[in-house]
């Protein structure tokens, strides 16, 4: 989960919730590659957090009692082995985009555990082996995917709070055309805009859920748990508009 601190409290974004939001950002992209492909990849955006282990009691705290944000929880080869698990049951395409994704998220980390590094070259294996079975090169490959990220990018840029003040300009990645792409809020609380703007729509709105709790500190996760399910739900709106 992403945690953000507030002066009322805690507000708490599901992961789920966040690839939701990627998902809408990609959603307003300008379509490219066959209508299958296209919706294979909005759906594999929409699910690239799925399979954590189990939310309802299992959410992580701090040593200091307060919710634990995503960043501070190691790698899990179990939620790792899951969602790819999971994506199988989608076809080709969506496990080549997951194993994509896994490869980007903790290749990083290779060299750190035989097991995470056997993993690792699973993944490269796997994705040559699917993308023969798709009839797909590797370049046509990577475009989808670097869409898949940079709407995973953006989307994390709004629900962690990080846009920028007084207008200033922050980089969101490399987009599928290859060129780099600025986030910015010219006024405080106004319209975001992306530099080039991407979108085939000038102006959209999109939306995440966020729980809202006022307690700071947990004894345990199934504490946690039971405030969560009582915690009220605001709606976080963003409107994003053509310079």
């Given at each position: ?199 085939a729509a000038s102006h959209f709105t999109v939306s995440v859920e966020a729980s809202m709790l006022a307690q700071l500190q947990f004894q345990d996760d199934a504490e946690l748990s039971a405030r969560l399910r009582e915690a009220p739900i605001e709606t976080l709106r963003w409107e994003l508009v053509k310079s």
């Open positions: 989960m992403i945690v953000n601190y507030t002066a009322d409290g805690w507000q708490i974004i599901y992961q789920q919730s966040h690839a939701l939001l990627a998902a809408q950002i990609a959603w307003h992209w300008t379509p490219f590659g066959p209508t299958d492909r296209w919706v294979g990849l909005l759906a594999a955006i929409a699910q690239h957090d799925d399979e954590q282990r189990p939310w309802d009691g299992h959410y992580g705290l701090t040593p200091t009692g307060a919710p634990a944000d995503f960043t501070m929880v190691d790698f899990s080869m179990e939620q790792a082995t899951n969602v790819l698990r999971a994506a199988r049951f989608q076809g080709q395409w969506r496990s080549l985009l997951t194993s994509m994704h896994l490869s980007f998220l903790y290749e990083a980390l290779r060299g750190q555990k035989k097991e995470l590094d056997a993993f690792l070259d699973e993944q490269k294996a796997n994705q040559q082996r699917w993308r023969k079975g798709l009839g797909i090169n590797k370049a046509d490959a990577q475009q989808a995917y670097d869409l898949m990220q940079w709407c995973d990018r953006l989307s994390l840029i709004l629900c962690r709070r990080e846009l920028p003040e007084m207008g200033r300009a922050l980089e969101i990645s490399q987009g599928p055309d290859g060129r780099r792409y600025d986030v910015t809020r010219p006024t405080a609380d106004g319209p975001v805009t992306i530099t080039p703007w991407p979108f």
